[in-house]
């Protein structure tokens, strides 16, 4: 590569439970070297940003050592001292069961992030859970319960051993300089507020980052943490590596991964578009196998991401980027040049699109339509397969990706004639205990859909909304009403009893 940049990719992992899904993330465009570029005032940046070191991520990192992973042979070039000094303080530990466990699992299916994402999740004596949430995925990532709970266990009793405890402190002192240096460059550029300003969303929530001692690509992640409140916690893995590159290195990573709270909601309101062009992911995929993981809604994820990136650091830090970088998009990234193309149409129409959400349909038409032949291989990832009405709320399955998914599909409905999504955001607001809201959206539904046999799902799934929301409301009187009054009922009819 000539360019004094690279795509880094992230493994950003996955949970049905709290919003945050299994992609792949490119975590950023890294550009080394380049300065320049005036500097807006932060704003409240430095508290939006919170940096550190990460206990689970340096108790996985001996764990590698002393097994002598591949995943820490970069480390051991860069910080050649970080390894021999593990391999010699923890030469007693060589053979405790959790150092056992960690090596005994599969590290190709049961990867860095996941084991990461594992103990977040797990209740350490000594550290605060991340989330108390179901763990199934990630134990049958592991390969089953019962190696699931050999490692966690023997985990727990590892992270109180007085050694790892000694090596953890030593740590933060010794990275104490460089997590400041990263601080002030968080405190010092408003980079979340512009990406709020660009996309004309509210960030609302924390962005986490932990410096990782794992330096190869595929070792770092992004978990995408949805709170009950529809706010965000995107907690995010980097190599110290890549941090120290340059203050647009970090502003690119930041925004990238920002773009996946703010906009990740809105691509999965779009999954029926999204999976019309389904068929384009084997040759994306094939461009770029890690950038897509396999899904082709993550890949049209990270492209969008990555062009929002790409234009606020074109806007902010350097306006040739694009010209440097064509060589690489139709080398790397065929889309990213028409999105970003079309993200400037945004920029210049801001007074019709107050948000990038009146816009993101624009951009999927970037995406020319193309149907998946029979590739059983390469399908699109499970959730979001052709979803509409009542079953388009699957992929916002907490309370909070719901009130995320509900705030965003407030402004997109303005204007909308579209049927279905109103039943979407009359099914979201029954799950968000919004009866009175969801009977609104639902007679909408009704109101806008033909009164055809072809509508007839539509029309039912309007109904069973608004008897849903009536039932919700207590309502039954009326909830039944509104059955008997429709003229072609036979799938109220049908589905009624389960619906009341
Ligand atoms: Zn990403």
Redesign the pocket.
Known sequence: MTLPLFFL??F?VADPDIGSRP??????LILALIFGGPWALAADNAARIEIDLDPRLEMLFVFRVLNDSPATSAAKERDPELVRGIQERFKHLRTHPAVVADGELDIVRFTTPMRFEALWRHAFSIWEAGTSSTTSRLAYMAGGSDKWRAWTTAAAVFAQEPTFLKHLEERRKQNAPYLDALRRMAAKNDEIGRIERYTGLAYRGKHVIKASPFELSDDAF?LVVRKDDGSVELINGISPARLDLSEIAFATSLW??D??GLLDTLTDLHVDRINESAGLLREAAAESPVFCGGSWVNCV??NI??AVALRLVALNYEPDLMAELSGWISQKGKFLGPLTAKLKEYEGARGKHKSLVSFYPSLLSVFPKSPVQQRPALAPAGRGANLTGMLSVAPFNTHGSRKNAAELLDLLLPGSRDPARYVQSAALRIHLGEPERAAKDASIALDLSPDDVGALLLRAESLIAMGLADRAARDLESAKKLCEAEKSPPACRMRWPTAL
């Open positions: 990719t992230l950003e992609r792949r993330l490119n975590c950023g992004g990238h991964e773009a996946h994820r990270e991401n990555d």
